[in-house]
């Protein structure tokens, strides 16, 4: 069993920063594919950002890629999401998720074993 809990979200003007964090505890994480999505109330749940074992892997949405970086720290058991020229579009609640197994596609959201309950992030202008 993995447990997410992800942290870093609030309210900033467009063109602002954020960092989220996902903390995981249980089993160990090392393995694992993770990633963040991002949800808005009615919407399907989006693909945002993956990294693989080590972190050499990465992947992204095309409209964040140059804006967003996802990395992770294995010893800490915390994959981050540094968020900078943020904009209103990236209003929503942003998800961690784990991939504790094989998986076809890093974008799919059925692929994924294990999710926080989110942390919300609001642009405003």
């Known amino acids: 069993q993995v447990q997410l809990v992800e942290s870093g979200g609030g309210s900033v003007q467009a063109g602002g920063s954020l960092r989220l964090s996902c903390a995981a505890s249980?089993?160990?994480?090392?393995?694992?594919?993770m990633a963040w999505f991002r949800q808005c109330p009615g919407k399907e749940r989006e693909f945002v950002a993956a990294?693989?074992?080590?972190?050499?892997?990465?992947n992204y949405l095309d409209s964040v890629k140059g804006r967003f970086t996802i990395s992770r720290d294995n010893a800490k058991g915390t994959v981050y999401l540094q968020m900078n020229n943020l904009k209103n579009e990236d209003t929503a609640v942003y998800l961690c998720?784990?991939?504790?197994?094989?998986?076809?596609?890093?974008?799919?959201?059925?692929?994924?074993?294990?999710w926080g309950q989110g942390t919300r992030v609001t642009v405003s202008s």
């Open positions: 998720a784990a991939m504790m197994g094989i998986l076809s596609d890093v974008r799919r959201a059925g692929d994924y074993d294990y």
């Open positions: 990294i693989g074992w080590t972190g050499l892997y990465t």
């Open positions: 249980g089993r160990s994480i090392s393995t694992s594919f």
